[in-house]
Nanobody, 124 residues
């Protein structure tokens, strides 16, 4: 296993919810900005949500439209992505990601550490 390990993916229907979790190695959790990306088959890796280490301010990709919430539990060194009102276009592998604390996570090129991903499949 790696420094970031995702879980919580699965197969759901349109309108359902999922909670994704990412357990993060302590040294990374305490020192890096953390976020989520996703990659659908045949498409580029896409920014979903992140929390900056310095500001602790959450921010989201435009497609989220208020449906997702990123959060973290400092006692558990765990990053979460609560996904509600899921749509078929949300189907993708979701990746936990970490970047330097002074970097805003909005682009895959900024990421220093990736999880292996967890698959989310949303059917009609």
């Amino acid at each position: 296993q790696g420094q970031l390990v995702e879980s919580g993916g699965g197969a759901v229907q349109t309108g359902d919810s999922l909670l994704l979790s990412c357990t993060v190695a302590r040294r990374i959790y305490n020192s890096y900005s953390l976020g989520w990306f996703r990659q659908a088959a045949g498409k580029e890796r896409e920014f979903v949500a992140a929390i900056a280490q310095i500001s602790d301010s959450p921010y989201y990709g435009d497609f989220v439209e208020g449906r997702f919430t990123i959060s973290r539990d400092n006692a558990k060194n765990t990053l979460y992505l609560q996904m509600n009102s899921l749509k078929p276009e949300d189907t993708a592998v979701y990746y936990c990601a970490a970047a330097a604390a002074d970097v805003m996570i909005t682009h895959a090129s900024a990421i220093q550490n990736w999880g292996k991903g967890t698959l989310v499949t949303v059917s009609e």
